[in-house]
């Protein structure tokens, strides 16, 4: 059996190799459809429902998100990609409120 050296053009190239395979590798993983994640963060989840994550948190403590929508994981909240979203449609009416469209913003609040 032959030892490999350091100095090996062989070597070399398939270090490198293997670095960019993992450069292209973390971009895919960046690129993932956020639909194919089970778990999502605030700003994931709040980009899905149009709002920023800061409502997401105000939504969760007003209750609009079952105790099944979320999780704790350490410090941060997750939330269901698919409970979380029924939840914010189901309090809204079966759409979601857009802070950006005033007449639904108006709808929900001046009542």
């Known amino acids: 059996m032959t030892s490999v050296r350091n ?3 062989r070597v070399e190239r398939l270090i490198a190799e293997v670095q960019e395979l ?14 194919n994640r089970i778990w999502l ?5 709040g980009k899905i429902l149009g709002v920023q994550s800061r ?5 969760r403590e007003q209750g609009v998100f079952k105790e099944s929508s979320y999780r ?7 939330f269901h990609n698919v409970n979380a979203v029924k939840d914010a449609e189901s309090w809204k009416g079966n759409s979601v409120i ?5 007449a ?8």
């Not at 409502?55 to 939504?59: K, N, P, T």
């Open 7 to 9: 100095e090996d053009p």
């Open 22 to 35: 993992n450069s292209q590798l973390k971009i895919l993983i960046e690129t993932i459809p956020q639909r």
């Open 41 to 45: 963060t605030p700003a994931q989840i």
């Open 55 to 59: 409502q997401i948190a105000r939504y």
């Open 72 to 78: 704790k994981n350490g410090n941060r909240y997750e």
């Open 98 to 102: 857009y802070p950006n469209n005033k």
């Open 104 to 111: 639904n913003f108006r709808a929900k609040y001046d009542n």
